[in-house]
Nanobody
């Protein structure tokens, strides 16, 4: 399995930007589709964005489409989530996850998860 460590979270104001990073260990990172999920207090974990192993295909939740961009650098074993025009409703713990196989929005298909990084957006 691949181990994942997120970073880049923090406290920002509405309209600001943040870039989350997820560093993966292991030599097979480029074989995994990667996803970002988030969970706000009292809510279920939800899919935010995903990227195929090659980076050629990306998916986004409707709530972040046009504001967030997922990317990956397989040479650095890292996946990124660029978040622009942040809103208070984006406040959540953000998790990256790895899926051995096709890109999917379904959390149960992701086998490895990071510990999460908190993003708080004040109004």
């Amino acid at each position: 399995q691949v181990q994942l460590v997120e970073s880049g979270g923090g406290l920002v104001q509405a309209g600001d930007s943040l870039r989350l990073s997820c560093a993966a260990s292991g030599r097979t990172f480029s074989s995994y589709a990667m996803g970002w999920f988030r969970q706000a207090p009292g809510k279920e974990r939800e899919f935010v964005a995903g990227i195929s192993w090659s980076g050629s295909t990306t998916y986004y939740a409707d709530s972040v489409k046009g504001r967030f961009t997922i990317s990956r650098d397989n040479a650095k074993n890292t996946v990124y989530l660029q978040m622009n025009s942040l809103k208070p409703e984006d406040t959540a713990a953000y998790y990256c996850a790895a899926s051995w196989g096709l890109l999917t929005t379904q959390a149960q298909e992701y086998r490895s998860w990071g510990q999460g990084t908190q993003v708080t957006v004040s109004s």
